[in-house]
């Protein structure tokens, strides 16, 4: 079931500009984490934010978290040619239980930094 | 460098075929997951497992069996391929310990089926 749904799903930006990806969910959340892929790679962790968190900072990226309107954005600053690849946000909802330790996916957005 | 291993990149198999895709992980997870990913319907996830010998469905089983019969590997089995299966495989793992924080994925395996 898909959970999380990302905005825009492409984007295009000029090297050095910024880039904002953002995330919609449905349900409550215990942590919300963005991940990256290149492309036909698999995909690398990049930042987790858990629920009581408003915003995180990692590097260039910055992640904001809005749990009253179930959404989240990735943030990142100055960007360059090689961050071009697909962002996805993924949530974990679980409750414990068997049925724990999964997390959810959205489609992704997928970013092109032109050089 | 702690990784996860899928062990091919590009596979190619005939529609009838009973096709293995093997995943190997060096982290001493506990947790072990595989999706699928195809263009317009992000990563769904097949099966995924939370100890040796066991397993659980995901959101799209069907089609699909898995063994984990060390800690260490988790397989995807595609009893009678189809050409519907044709797509990207992914396996993760993660640990028990930090639950879901931090999926560690492997470089993924582009099956097609003919």
């Known amino acids: 079931s898909q959970q999380g749904e990302e905005d825009p799903q492409a984007l295009s930006i000029q090297e050095g500009e910024n880039a904002t990806m953002n995330c919609s969910y449905k349900t409550s959340i215990n942590n919300l984490q963005w991940y990256r892929q290149n492309s036909g790679r698999g995909l690398v962790h990049l930042i987790l934010?858990?629920?009581?968190?408003r915003e995180k900072h990692s590097g260039r990226l910055r992640v904001t978290l809005d749990t009253s309107k179930k959404s989240s954005s990735l943030l990142i600053t100055a960007s360059r040619a090689a961050d071009t690849a697909s962002y996805f946000c993924a949530t974990d909802a679980s409750r414990g239980g068997a049925g724990s330790y999964q997390l959810t996916f959205g489609k992704g957005t997928k970013l092109s930094v032109i050089p | 460098d702690v990784k996860v291993t899928q062990s091919s990149r590009y596979l190619v198999k005939r529609t009838g075929e009973k096709v293995f895709l093997e995943c190997v992980q060096d982290m001493d997870h506990e947790n072990m997951f595989w999706y699928r990913q195809d263009p317009g319907l992000g990563l769904r996830l097949i099966y995924f497992s939370y100890d040796v010998k066991m397993k659980e469905k995901g959101d799209i089983p069907e089609g699909y069996s898995v063994s984990r019969e060390k800690k260490e590997r988790f397989s995807l089995i595609l009893e009678s391929a189809s050409t519907n299966q044709t797509s990207m495989y992914l396996c993760?793992?993660?640990?028990?310990?930090?639950?879901?924080?931090?999926?560690?994925f492997g470089s993924g395996t582009r099956l097609t089926v003919v």
């Open positions: 934010i858990r629920s009581n968190e």
């Open positions: 993760a793992s993660s640990s028990r310990k930090t639950g879901t924080y931090g999926y560690t």
